[in-house]
């Protein structure tokens, strides 16, 4: 049975896996959960496992009484019966049991859920952790679920399995350009961090579980404590799939070769365990798949969900496309792009034909009427060496008066080439954002318009939007100047360049060292302008954070690829620098600038916002820095941001500590939203007041987001440069719900691509070893953030050689006692002590499967235990009451 589809967004996205372990005579799986729900067929008499929806008209009414309850599905990656809501209140997520309950929603569905009667809450035992009766941090936990309702805050995607490496929980900051720089959390003017949440968002909790159960639903809960209790429910309605219902995966034979199934289907078995397994008719499969079943053994393919009966755990599908090998980073790739709905098609020629078609392309002599002749002042780009999308440039002159200077932001004028309307327009929109891969772009607009028409390369002249402030060099802004404008690039200087000429303020830089500039300026003037621009950021950047910004940065990979090959030949954590935090400095200037749009249109205005940090969570932080004896203080976020700036020492192991931290910091906090101001004009706009603003906007990078090419739009009818586009507010937002959308799914459709070439490197070059830091520790398993390469690992006990392990608490601390098994040269077992802050040698291996590899800890030497054991005992005053 089809739902009701409400289509309150845009775009969908991505995949989830296999959900049946048990297979009836007419197909009908059962998760380990579902001990109830076997309902397999009785001699063509089949029974219902799942309920009916409710009716619209029902749930809108249940809703408005309180009796149900609207979130996004969250399943749990190492347990799929497991799956979350977050609670509209901000405490403990809302549990739902198994796949029956979960009433064939998949993971990052917006779904309506009923509470279950209180004897079938899910009973908590007082040993476990937060982590284990919290929804888990997921590799795929539905980050693209940002922005599916505005007046629900979405939050921040995590990625706390095993496999994904850790990148910013917030905004992808100007400074990067998408290009595969550090990304990092930021959050301006957050005064007070422990603010409840009384908007619905989602809140991501803590790791998968281990492999025993520590939690159980309760028969009789009348004598519980009523925090030994997690709310249970069930799914009664799909408010909107967004959940793409396309997997990648692998075929299989039916395991009853007599059935009458055997001969009409195969069997789907996708990749990502929160998808069900799937039917497809053997019509669709390759010709000789029935005799040759084990020739398609790694091969990859794609299937997409077509139907779902009550009737069955397994879901019907058809069979799009093989893909290639598996482990192969071009089919892995696009089972990606798949999965998560990247439309990676080439782009039609209905969209090609909206282009100006006489290349090379010049600019119309009416517009140099219209708009402010730049083309001779210094003005350069500055970005990732192998961008060739320059979407911004820099401009920094010296004033008569020696004191001040004029410094100007250029963004690219996209609009101009966009006709509202056209079928460029529409596809723009619908792609919303570009994506990036470790080894492509996905572009949100055709190529010959990113690269070449829009794209500030130097030394031409090309259509911007400008905004010129004059400044002190203190970073105070004495005037402010928007407009169209035409500028010519005199350099395109990488990030690398810049650091140079920051790191050399008096050298004179070889001009063989740096790349080509136009006669009209000198490699001094560029160079002089770039140590003005440092010199002013660094005033704008510390007047930020005393106004109480928050920075959170994490450890990000970068790869070095063969060039014939593509595949990755090594990998390192980025260096986020000097360079990197100029040109972030004044794309943040202007995006706080652009705020004067809700001055003239305060109902239309398109604006970010940061929600507050998630309730819970935060609390749970607290409480566990006190017991950590961890000097924090999250009064606010610039009290914050100073307790992880002055808190830590430089040595290794401070600055481990401080990685860990770091990363614990992120998870309360909840991605930014693009909104539209008019929809929430009754309502107090949380956490959207950066330093220097009541607002802020995107408005720097239009090549590659359509939200800021419909700000450039909005901006232009401020400037009177044209009438005010006429869109209702509710239409606005629509559209930026699916910006929202689409630029999680880029993210984390990047996070993925990293993990992938990661695994790969692993496959190829590996045993990879690393110092790692324990992070998390369970009854039988502990995370590690592994410091050489910023990601974080799950390391089970029975993967190890131990003899035994115990797991107890020390007051609230976890601590895991490992007993490993003696070694020839040892006469006794060796025991080691795991608790978070912990330092431990790991090693990160493949495994048999494709793309999957492992980390195992490293089993110590008795001088590495005892130099442990000496750390423990030196940081026993701060390590002793810490609860996971």
Known sequence: MSHPDCRLNLGTLRGSKSVSSVVGPHGVGASPSDKKSKNKSIRGKKKSIFENYMSKEDVSEGLKRGTLIQGVLRINPKKFHEAFIPSPDGDRDIFIDGIVARNRALNGDLVVVKLLPEEQWKVIKPESSDKETEGAYESDLPEEICGSHLLQQSLKGHNDSPDVIIEAQFEDSDSEDGHGNTQHVLVDGVKKLSVCVHEK???????????????????????????????SAKVVYIVEKKHSRAATGFLKLLADKNSELFRKYALFSPSDHRVPRIYVPLKD??????????????????????DWKEDSNFALGQLAKSLGQAGEIEPET???????????????????????QDLPW??????????????????????????RDLDDALSCKLLADGNTYEVGVHIADVSYFVPEGSELDQVAAQRATSVYLVQKVIPMLP?????????????????TFSVIWTLTSEGKILSEWFGRTIICSCTKLSYEHAQSMIESPTKTIPEQELPPISPEHTSEEVHQAVLNLHRIAKELRKQRFLDGALRLDQLKLAFTLDHETGLPQGCHIYEYRDSNKLVEEFMLLANMAVHKIYRAFPERALLRRHPPPQTKMLNDLVEFCDQMGLPMDFTSSGALNKSLTEIFGDDKYSLARKEVLTSMCSRPMQMALTFCSGMLRTRKISGAKPSTGPFYSHFTSAIRRFADVMVHRLLAATLGYRELPDVEPSVLQKQADHCNDRRMASKRVHELSTSLFFAILVKESGPLESEAMVLGVLNQAFDVLVLRYGVHKRIYCNALPLRSHHFRRVGKKPVLTLVWDPEDTEPEPVQQVITIFSLVEVVLRAEAAALKYSAILKRPGTEDLLGLQDKEECDSDHDHEQED
Request: hydrophobic letters at 30%.
């Open 447 to 463: 190529r010959a318009l990113c690269e070449e028409l829009c794209s500030l390369n130097p030394m031409t002249d090309k259509l």
């Open 285 to 306: 499969c390759p010709q000789d798949f029935v005799t040759r079943p084990k020739d398609y053994a790694n091969t990859l393919f794609i299937c997409r969900i077509v």
């Open 201 to 231: 968002g989602e809140e991501d909790a803590g790791a998968p579980s281990t492999k025993d159960e520590s939690t159980s639903m309760a028969q009789d809960t009348s004598a519980l404590p009523e925090r030994s209790l997690q709310r």
């Open 334 to 356: 696009e089972g990606i792009l798949t999965e998560y709905g990247v439309d990676f098609s080439d782009f039609s020629s209905e969209v090609l034909e909206c282009l100006p």
């Open 362 to 387: 010049t600019i119309p002599p009416e517009e140099f009427s219209k708009r402010r002749d730049l083309r001779k002042d210094c003005i350069f780009t500055i970005d990732p060496s192998t961008a």
